[in-house]
């Protein structure tokens, strides 16, 4: 019986299996089970079959060299698999439930192969696949691509085209094209990636409850001037409570300066009674001001009113969010000395109680660094290179490559360090004559 393949005619035995064809590698054909259509000449050639399923099934043999995989925070993760000379040779879908994982084994390890598996890591969608591949296959080499590079390779290789099949594929030519730069994934301990994790929310907590003191002080800065001025602490105890239940300038001069004296002095701190002295001045002023504005109808007593009560909200919030603060700065030492019973960290000039926790915390395992110069580029505070035939470029700006919380603690650290340790500050100081780009002076800091 004839049958018909990509390469043209065949004669194959019912019976037989696999066959090697005239020419081209040798694959492997399933058996068919009935006659392909012959479609004739076209423009003189003999054109090929059009086979359907499962009429014939044709699978050459690829060793996976690279998978690149787009991830997706809610949908469907695009995979390209690349063979030898980055040539693709499948591509396919799945999703982070068992179901789809034991797909994307099928697909990628099913041959015995141990390919590199690179990604973007889009969010937190990386981590179930990376903890479930890193059980599962621990031979297997994972890389958490650097979203700058992959950028301007896409740019290279499809530079008006931006699709989830794109960015998999450039993915996948990662290994190809910049090996010597791929660092593996960091998947840490349990114990560092709690800290890790506490220490970001910390964060995260301090940056809010920066945000609502700049609130509070810009309303406080415009509808009441120098208010702010006449606490010596503004976020003070004391300053909290006026701000809460006093913000009205009219009701503070119609109760009288006793009665601001017996509501803020509540205690025999030194200075508080001058402290009251200058706020009921400031609200004097402020109460003479409005009273002569009020024909303009804008602002009155009623208005400084639901002016506390927004200024007592925004309090109420800010004070449950240091609480928060506090909570989790505890549960951070725990962990700290836990992991770190030594403490040096904490005797290095500039590291203070915070910033060794969040060194400890972003940087987890130092001997997974190759070298110092390996760690010092993944901080990313090394300046740049641009060097040409006979000319380099010197004082290039830093790469800025690596966590910003390790870069923000780092430059906390240093600015510190050099009000303490002569030879940095030395250093500072020939830096700041040379570029001169500080709005200070190093002796006024």
Known sequence: MRRHNLAGELSCPDNQTACRLSSGPIKEIGVLEKEAPYQGRKHGRRARPILTEPEYFLKETTLIRSVGIDLSRTGSHQVRCLGEQARPCDSFSFDSTVEGLEKFEKHVFSNGDTPAIIFEPTGLAWIPMAVYLRARHPECQMVKARLQKVAALRRYLRNHTKSDRVDGLTLAKMPFIDAEQLDEAYLPPSEYHALQRLTRQRERLMKSIT????????????YLPDLRKAFSDEWSDRARLFYRQRLNPFTVVRDGKS?????????KAKGAMTESHRVYQVCQKLAEFYEKSKPAGMIDEDFFDDLQNEIACELRLMETEEAEVERV????EELYRHLHP??????IPGIGVRTAQVFLAIIGDPHRFRSQSAFANWTGVVPGARQSANSEGKGL?????????MKRALFQAGDIARRYDPQLADLYYRRWCSMARHTCKPWEQ
């Open 397 to 405: 700006r830093m790469t800025k490559a690596g966590p910003s919380m």
């Open 342 to 347: 030594s403490d040096h960290l904490r005797t």
């Open 211 to 222: 945000i609502r003191k700049n609130r509070i002080g810009s309303i406080v800065n415009g």
């Open 329 to 332: 700065s505890g549960r951070i």
């Open 259 to 267: 009665a601001l004296e017996t509501f803020l002095v509540s205690d």
